[in-house]
């Protein structure tokens, strides 16, 4: 019969202490799955390390919950849901069950009576079984939450413990500006401390001590948000309510790596540090990183990039003879010069933003020669309307201005003022045509070939070519053009003996 002097416990069956041991022994997991009932034939059982099975089981079903027992680590606790519409039967015995189905341990307890809604009463009854084992570091559960109904606590104690997981952690009242004895209510940066408030402790000799804490007159204890490895990690994050001198900072932990509490030495850092009210009165030597120059995007513009976008140029810079322009060069000017023909080529569209411009002058005696990086780059405008030409040339005097136009470069100008006044010279034209003319003689045999070269080579082709013969006097002399005329020159011939015929040719 059940008394004041009854005694109620739970033990491991033999089965359970092997499996167990072998567990710890091998380091694997032991799944503790279901938790069964009985009714001990309205015994007064007495649990026995040899049972395979309870006295009589009325009901087997999965666990809710299995955990360490947070005050005691060699004790677990498994607990199990019996809902309103199951029972009408007495509980006496309780049994846990591994995933193989072997009863691993049993226990006893005060015969409670379990209704069912029909009987006029029904309840929802929560069975719990603490067990002391060896260890509980290779006990685990294994749960099908499609099945297993939760408590209010276990929901609640769940999503607790997630949120105490994260870094950003419930402000403190004060912190600490120096190490302090944590015990006792005392004064923190200027705040008498009651009982229950939270308190930033940073300064403390060792390190390792270091953390949050709840104000006690005893000893104080690790506030439940940061009290173990998993709810303090780097980048932790905690506001200061009050104190003379730490009111409304910040402080972020910058402990890297694995922390473990109580071992590991804390470090924290005020991220508010230096920052200034939105009304300030004055904002001294704030600076920012200045966008890329063409950057077209949100982003803050510092007073060098409004100036750059104000049509200010980069730099001006020089390149004498042959090169390459960088890609930095863009927004710059650049004068190159020669003392004879050179070669400069241009950076890859890829490379620079589209829009992005550079602006030439050649102020060398020499022609510079410009060319595509990439075979699939080309320039259009004033050289060459189709858009196919990867080459130009600037003569001295000649300025452009050179801008990334979607997959082509475009060039605006054509060093309109470059010429050559003389009997034989040339004269560039805004819109890119070249103008030439000179005088050649023709030979003494009549018919015979005369080859003249144009005073400036053209880059994209002969237009026209028109020939005038001199004479004092009206005359039957006329010249021809013996093949088509190349970039270069043409061959002419003329019936005449040595009669002087005015040529002009028209190209780009």
Known sequence: MIDANSQFFAILTQVGEAKQANADALGRPWLITDMGVGDANDTDPVPDRLQTRLINEWRRRPLNQLKVDPVNAAVIIA????????????????????????????????????????????????????????????????????????????????ILEELYKLDSKQSVRVATTTSITLAGLQTVDGVALLAGDRVLVKNQAAGKDNGLYIAAAA?????????????????????????????????????????????????????????????????????????????????????????????????????????????????????????????????SLASV????????????????????????????????????????????????????????????????????????????????????????TSQAEPGAASAVTFPLAFTGGVLSLQFTTISPSPSNVVAWLDNNASLTGFVGRSNGVTTPIYWRALGY
């Open 353 to 440: 933003a589209d829009g992005a411009s550079v602006r030439l002058i050649n102020l060398g005696a020499g022609r510079v020669n410009f060319s595509t990086a990439n075979d699939g780059d080309c320039f259009i405008g004033a050289f060459n309307t189709s858009g196919t030409a990867t080459t130009f040339s600037l003569e001295f005097g000649d300025e452009v201005s050179i801008t990334r136009y979607s997959n082509l470069w475009l060039v605006i100008g054509s060093g309109s003022h470059a010429q050559i006044r003389g009997i034989n010279g040339y004269k560039k034209h805004s819109g890119g045509i070249i103008e030439q003319w000179g005088i050649w």
């Open 219 to 347: 000893t104080w204890s690790r506030a439940p948000d940061a009290d173990s490895n998993a709810k303090v990690t780097s980048a932790l994050l905690v506001s200061v309510e009050q104190g003379a001198t730490l009111a409304d900072t910040r402080w972020q932990l910058i402990t890297d790596g694995a922390i473990i509490v109580g071992t590991t030495a804390l470090t924290f850092q005020n991220v508010t540090h230096g920052f200034a009210p939105i009304n300030a009165a004055v904002l001294i030597d704030p600076k920012a990183n200045t966008p890329p120059q063409f950057d077209s995007s949100k982003a803050l513009a510092t007073t060098e990039f409004v100036q750059r976008a104000l049509g200010n140029k980069r730099r001006t810079t020089a390149i004498i003879g042959s090169g390459t322009i960088a890609a930095t060069e863009m927004g710059a000017d650049i004068v190159v010069s020669a003392a004879a023909n050179a070669l400069l080529r241009m950076p």
């Open 79 to 158: 607990e199990q849901i019996i809902p309103a519409d199951e029972g009408g039967k007495w509980i006496r015995e309780i049994g846990l069950y591994d995933a193989d189905g072997d009863l691993v341990a049993v226990a006893n307890c005060a015969p409670s009576f379990k209704p069912v809604l029909s009987q006029g009463s029904g309840r929802t009854q929560i069975v719990r079984m603490n067990l002391i084992v060896s260890s509980a570091g290779n006990i685990t559960l294994k749960i099908d939450p499609a099945v297993v109904l939760a408590t209010r606590e276990f929901v609640e104690q769940r």
